[in-house]
């Protein structure tokens, strides 16, 4: 997206699209805010097909510089991209690093970021449990004693 862009109150696009659109014509994209919601973003489609673009380009130059090697250096510049990966341990950046791979390919042909930010929260919620020590030991304690039989799931009809 363009580094332009503006915000608005929803009503104010319902009631002016074309002036919205106008604006949008200077804009990289428009907020819509909206009370009780999630705001909405307007843009435009050949913004939105640069940036798929270089989505494409972004996962496949990751994947092309795993496949030649250059392992280390994506590891060297990891914490500068996702500074929390800092707490995670080293095992756990590689497997990191190959499931942001598999997933980036994946949602650049679908279109579709979603499951690329979900992979990215996951690992960041794993580097907050490192980061606290005392969290970190509550979630790996093995519970004391057995925890008693599970009944088998009960068939759907």
Known sequence: MSAQYAE????????KPAATAERLSTL???RLRRRGSDDLTLSRADQAERDATVIDFTSRLL???ARSGATDAIR???PEALPWS???PEEDIDRMLAELIEVAQGA???RN???MATLLEQWRHSAEIYADADLHARLTAEPEGDLGSVRAPEERT
């Open 76 to 78: 060297e510049v990891v």
């Open 108 to 110: 650049a042909s679908l």
């Open 113 to 115: 970021l979603a499951p």
């Open 8 to 15: 608005m109150p929803f009503s104010e696009f319902l009631h």
């Open 86 to 88: 800092t707490f995670l």
């Open 63 to 65: 994947a092309g510089l």
């Open 28 to 30: 990289g994209a428009i």
